[in-house]
């Protein structure tokens, strides 16, 4: 059965230093979408892309953040300089359907990232 | 800001009971998901309802979307401990946000 993956699955770093977590996309599917999850709380919705853009983003996809899909099957989420409360699980999901025609999300194990 | 408020956060019942989780809002949702989420892993998909007033039902779980698409909720008949769990429900209002409520945390005893 088709997956999303994701890796690394767990990342340390310093306060201030860059991260980039992958994606690989189930291979038919249009949309992506990065969500994270702070430990204890809701998953939160930080970006959506289509078409090789950004369809939307929540208040917390701020400048420190970027999404790009460097070739056709992979999909990163960029933190240029991390600070403690970047510290969460990062889910990445597609759809093959966008989520007005009940695009069903798919989510990939997530990378937990600890900000030290 | 668009919310999903689930009740009850926590439940904790024997084996072979049945139980009903709720999620509501006041917002109008075009289509309403159910995910199970175990630990240190990403939700997993259950259902999807779209129309208001929605029936479905999968195995021994029954969801249903309120009439004016705001509300929905998840009854499991004879839980069992393999039910054990968080069960998040999801929702979008038109765009390309999908959000999430907080989640009910299921516990079936042996």
């Known amino acids: 059965e088709p997956e999303v993956t994701q890796t690394p699955s767990h990342q340390v770093t310093q306060m201030g230093q860059e991260v980039i977590l992958r994606c690989v996309p189930i291979?038919?599917?249009?949309?992506f979408y990065w969500y994270r999850q702070i430990l204890g709380q809701k998953v939160e919705f930080l970006v959506s892309?289509?078409?090789?853009?950004?369809?939307?983003k929540s208040e917390i996809f701020d400048d420190q953040f970027s999404v790009e899909r460097p070739d056709g099957s992979n999909f990163t989420l960029k933190i240029r300089s991390t600070k403690l409360e970047d510290s969460a699980m990062y889910f990445c999901a597609s759809s093959e359907l966008g989520p007005t025609n009940t695009g069903e999300l798919f989510f990939g194990e997530g990378s937990r990232l600890t900000v030290l | 800001t668009q919310l999903l408020e689930q009740s009850p956060q926590f439940l904790s019942i024997q084996e072979g009971e049945n139980l009903t989780v709720y999620c509501n809002s006041s917002?109008?949702?075009?289509?309403l998901q159910w995910y199970r989420q175990e630990p240190g892993e990403g939700p997993v998909l259950l259902v999807t309802?779209?129309?208001?007033?929605e029936v479905k039902k999968l195995k021994r779980l029954t969801f249903q979307f309120g009439d004016a698409r705001k509300d929905s909720s998840l009854h499991i008949t004879a839980a069992q401990p393999g039910d054990t769990g968080l069960y998040l429900c999801a929702g979008n209002t038109g765009g390309f946000k999908t959000i999430f409520g907080a989640g009910t945390r299921l516990f079936v005893k042996a």
């Open positions: 309802v779209v129309t208001g007033g």
């Open positions: 892309f289509y078409n090789n853009e950004i369809s939307e």
């Open positions: 291979s038919n599917h249009l949309y």
């Open positions: 917002s109008v949702f075009s289509s």
